[in-house]
């Protein structure tokens, strides 16, 4: 079956510091990616859309200079946050459309951030 | 735009209870339903989906049926096991669009005693 492969799956960094967040899928090409936060106890957020060879599409109050999404191959995007501040602090979580799924997404792990 | 609201949790249940977790969304055109489960420490995991008014997901003992007079996608189980403690999220995506995006509910925490 399908496999999203997301690392690192903990990281702690110092405040100020960037830190960058892969997403690989394992066994199929995706062309969009997804990229959520999710807060303890609550729902997840999306943060943008990411698709193959073009910019990413952000949601509403996300910061394209804060939340670098980069989806360079078909198989990998990645999420960078720059200068990280504590209030970054998260459970992140990618998705990946699979291509003969409608509307079906497969998530990977989850990376949860610390920024001290 | 389209939302998805889900029943509050947490909720406990003893071993062998039924379970009911309601969910209602409002949207536009026709929507595609989702419940994604996310065991401790994990991802979300695909639970069930329906596609279509009427059609009725199952997976696990879990079911839910696409209730499009009453906007509603209720998940059901009837006899649950502790293994079944989650978060449990309702989700909707566009039906026309392969890429649309999925837009979840908060999530209902289920808690299952021995």
């Known amino acids: 079956g399908a496999v999203v492969s997301q690392h690192p799956s903990r990281v702690i960094c110092k405040s100020g510091t960037s830190v960058k967040i892969e997403c690989r899928s394992l066994d199929f090409q995706a062309t969009t990616m997804f990229w959520y936060r999710q807060f303890p106890k609550q729902s997840l957020m999306l943060m943008a859309t990411?698709?193959?060879?073009?910019?990413?599409?952000?949601e509403q109050g996300v910061e394209k200079d804060k939340f670098l999404i980069n989806h360079a191959s078909l198989t990998l995007s990645t999420l960078t946050v720059t200068s990280a501040h504590p209030e970054d602090s998260s459970f992140y979580i990618c998705?990946?459309?699979?291509?003969?799924?409608?509307?079906?997404?497969?998530f990977g792990a989850g990376s949860r951030l610390t920024v001290l | 735009g389209d939302s998805v609201t889900q029943m509050e949790g947490p909720v406990t249940l003893s071993e062998e209870a039924f379970l009911t977790i309601n969910c209602t969304y409002t949207?536009?055109?026709?929507?595609?339903l989702f419940w994604y489960v996310q065991y401790p420490g994990e991802g979300l995991q695909l639970l069930l989906k329906?596609?279509?008014?009427?059609d009725k997901g199952s997976n696990k003992g879990f079911e839910a049926t696409y209730r499009k007079e009453t906007t509603s996608f209720h998940l059901e189980k009837g006899s649950v096991q502790v293994s079944d403690s989650a978060v449990y999220f309702c989700a909707l995506g566009g039906g026309y669009s392969s890429a649309s995006k999925i837009i979840f509910g908060s999530g209902t925490r289920l808690s299952i005693r021995p």
């Open positions: 990411s698709n193959e060879g073009s910019k990413a599409t952000y």
């Open positions: 329906a596609t279509k008014a009427d």
């Open positions: 998705s990946a459309q699979f291509p003969s799924g409608a509307n079906v997404l497969t």
């Open positions: 949207a536009t055109g026709y929507p595609s």
